[in-house]
């Protein structure tokens, strides 16, 4: 009886822990609440060394908001780091994910937080920082290092690069190009989607931003849009829930928000909101298909950044949802629970080190030239083998149908030159792509239209001995290219 009666109270007193317990943890904020990044309206300008510096000046902060904006409580995510922003909301609704620094001379890193309470906590430790949280969908964290400097190439940095970092693990590269690699988002079929810089289109046309995606183990690179004027920069492309995808497009210090379809994402750009002449600094879908934009807010005294909420169809922003002349609202996430992305299986092998790249007709280009160019009869490999230094790792011939394949180092950028008969360089492309160890990467052509499907036919190289070129042949300056 005594025993039954200790066990009684036991389980009383061991309940009334739990409740007390339950009843001093904070609840996860309700669906409509808001993270938004602020940045003070009335501090001086500062001097910026890298972008994430310009974007997120010293005192900006990320913070929860509750429903309705600008009446509940405010609670301050970022509490005591010098600058913080570009937040991403978990899948389950219950963390958020942003950049931030801890003093204003350190290195941007990510820091998570549990909405239900909590301090920042880093996650990553990267040279030369991060930037641009995404995640994977089995919740890995996805994000570029190092934050690129202001001011153009600087070969003492290496070029940003994507990462991947499973929960408690350590950073594995996924990208391996030339070229920086910043401001990836994931899109529904799982690939990630991020921007970096086009190769030229001809001999004569300059290269510029656009838009790319990979999987989510870094193979089959592939271009998927790009503006056809010399924007600045692309920023925060984001995936909306028609089907479009929406992006920032920077020009003369202001920036605009435009849109491509999914669909035929090379021919479809449009400007997001046509009757829109204010900067926008942040365009976020909502649960229910609506939009969350942060813009200018011209009707007020000073022109501060607000929020807005707009229906996905709207050609205007309307009456802003907050506005304060104190605080620029940069950007707005909704805090609640959103589909995963699809996953997809890799077909990569880590106990390799080189792959393999077939391109079906190395004669297929989209140069206006190309009436008079003569054909090309063999392709140079080129590789970077650090920031600024190219070297060629031989040539491969090409067949009569104009395909060529070669075997090629793996996690390693990759460049081309198509020449002719007498060894002139015909067309070429700077070491930007890159093979995954295993990965077998095709492509149709050298500079080829866009939105084009191969010719259903068995390319002639694929019946040949594979050429395979490694480094240990490689030619220590790069040729010269017309």
Not at 408 to 427: C, K, T, W, Y
Not at 434 to 447: D, F, K, L, M, Q
């Amino acid at each position: 009886m005594n025993v039954a009666r200790h066990f009684q109270i036991s389980v009383i007193a061991a309940s009334l822990v739990l409740l007390a317990g339950a009843g001093c943890r904070k609840p996860v904020p309700p669906t409509g609440a808001l993270v938004l990044t602020q940045s003070s309206a009335t501090a001086a300008a500062t001097p910026a060394s890298d972008i994430l510096d310009s974007r997120y000046p010293p005192g900006s902060r990320v913070v929860l908001m509750e429903a309705p904006p600008g009446s509940g409580r405010v609670q301050v995510l970022s509490e005591g780091l010098a600058a913080a922003g570009n937040p991403v909301i978990s899948y389950d609704g219950q963390r958020v994910f942003f950049a931030g620094k801890a003093s204003a001379a350190g290195d941007w890193q990510i820091y998570q937080e549990d909405l239900a309470g909590g301090r920042p906590q880093m996650l990553t430790a990267m040279p030369g920082g991060a930037m641009s949280p995404t995640l994977l969908p089995n919740g890995s964290l996805v994000f570029a290092s190092p934050v690129p400097k202001i001011g153009g190439p600087n070969y003492s940095q290496p070029p940003s690069a994507l990462y991947v970092q499973s929960p408690g693990g350590q950073p594995r590269q996924l990208t391996f190009s030339s070229r920086s690699i910043t401001e990836p988002t994931m899109l529904a079929d799982g690939r990630i989607l991020f921007v970096s810089t086009q190769p030229p289109e001809s001999s004569n046309s300059a290269s510029g931003p656009a838009l790319f995606t990979v999987n989510n183990d870094g193979t089959e690179i592939t271009a998927f849009a790009s503006p056809e004027d010399s924007a600045s920069s692309i920023q925060q492309p984001r995936l909306l829930a028609d089907g479009r995808v929406a992006f920032l497009i920077s020009q003369s210090g202001s920036s605009a928000a435009e849109f491509v379809r999914m669909a035929r994402p090379f021919q479809s750009r449009a400007p997001l909101f046509p009757g829109v002449t204010a900067r926008v600094s942040s365009v976020e879908a909502a649960s229910n298909g609506d939009l969350l934009v942060c813009a200018e807010n011209s009707s007020g005294a000073k022109a501060s950044l607000a929020l807005f909420r707009v229906n996905s169809t709207a050609t205007g922003l309307g009456t802003p949802l907050l506005a304060d002349p104190a605080w620029n609202n940069c950007e707005a996430v909704e805090v609640s629970p959103h589909r995963q992305p699809m996953g997809r299986l890799s077909t990569m092998d880590l106990t390799k080190s080189t792959g393999k790249i077939l391109c079906l007709n190395a004669n297929f280009s989209n140069d206006p030239a190309d009436g008079t160019t003569p054909l090309a009869t063999h392709v140079r490999v080129l590789a970077q083998t650090s920031p600024g230094n190219v070297c060629a790792l031989g040539e491969v011939p090409v067949q009569a149908d104009g395909s060529f394949l070669a075997e090629v180092p793996a996690d390693m950028p990759i460049g081309f030159e198509a020449l002719d008969e007498n060894g002139q360089v015909l067309r070429r492309e700077a070491p930007m792509i890159w093979v995954r160890p295993a990965e077998n990467r095709s492509c149709i052509g050298c500079h080829e239209p866009h939105n084009r499907a191969p010719h259903n036919h068995r390319p002639l190289a694929v019946s040949v001995p594979i050429t395979s070129l490694g480094l240990k042949n490689a030619e220590p300056t790069p040729p010269k290219s017309n």
